[in-house]
């Protein structure tokens, strides 16, 4: 099992709709978890960041945390054009004595106006 | 203050040569990060200081690579004899202590070997 995976896209969706974006992840002892947006060309800026269980909001972002099991989404409501970019999720995984934050290959969202 | 910063932009260079590539962390910053990112690939981690010294330098993929890092803030990569298949984004990265905080991400260089 890949340590993080996301569901593969792309993903299209029209201009208002939510967007869903899922991750599942390999280590149990993982704490802090992140959600990235990048654009094409840029480099990946934070969205948002979630370390306990359960849901934290953040205008219309929404980031979902199941430790059980090992699952972590994002919520995109009333999603528009300029959110198309790929979503990478981020996991800190422990590695040699460290934790290491180990990314996703990225789901492509695209939103039709 | 200032985000991450990254130099060059973009290089270009013949295979062989050798590359040296720079990134300024976030003021106060004492964790940095190098990744690789190739054209339609994930983040590829390379290596992670923590102040000057390097507990995990695993994801360097062969002995042309090797970093350091000063005074507990700029950082060089340096790429040795370059390969084309080095050819890839570089992106640094910094947080505030350690691997558990949220990492910021610089612009990028973008490596090409022709």
């Known amino acids: 099992q890949k340590e993080v995976e996301q569901n593969s896209g792309p993903l299209s969706v029209p201009e208002g709709a939510i967007a869903s974006l899922n991750c599942t992840y390999s280590d149990r002892g993982s704490q802090s978890f992140f959600w990235y947006r990048q654009y094409s060309g840029k480099s990946p800026e934070l969205i948002m960041s979630?370390?306990?269980?359960g849901d934290k909001e953040d205008g219309r972002f929404t980031a979902q945390l199941n430790k059980a099991s090992q699952y972590v989404s994002l919520l995109i409501r009333d999603s528009q054009p300029s959110d198309s970019a790929t979503y990478l999720c981020a996991v800190n995984i422990w590695h040699r004595s460290n934790y290491k934050l180990t990314f996703g290959k990225g789901t492509l969202l695209t939103v039709n106006p | 203050g200032a985000g991450v910063s990254q130099s060059p932009s973009n290089k270009v260079t013949e295979k062989g040569k050798d590359v040296e590539l720079r990134c300024d962390p976030i003021?106060?910053?004492?964790?940095l990060y190098w990744y690789r990112q190739s054209l339609g690939q994930g983040l590829e981690f390379l290596i992670y200081?923590?102040?000057?010294?390097?507990?995990?330098k695993s994801g360097l993929p062969s002995d042309r690579f090797s970093a350091e890092r000063t005074g507990g803030s700029v950082s060089t990569l340096t790429i040795q004899r370059t390969q084309q298949e080095d050819s890839a984004v570089y992106l640094c990265?910094?947080?505030?202590?350690?691997?558990?905080?949220?990492?910021?991400f610089g612009p990028g260089t973008r490596l090409t070997v022709l």
């Open positions: 979630i370390y306990s269980n």
């Open positions: 990265a910094s947080s505030s202590q350690g691997p558990t905080d949220t990492q910021y």
């Open positions: 200081f923590q102040g000057n010294s390097a507990p995990d």
């Open positions: 003021s106060g910053h004492t964790a």
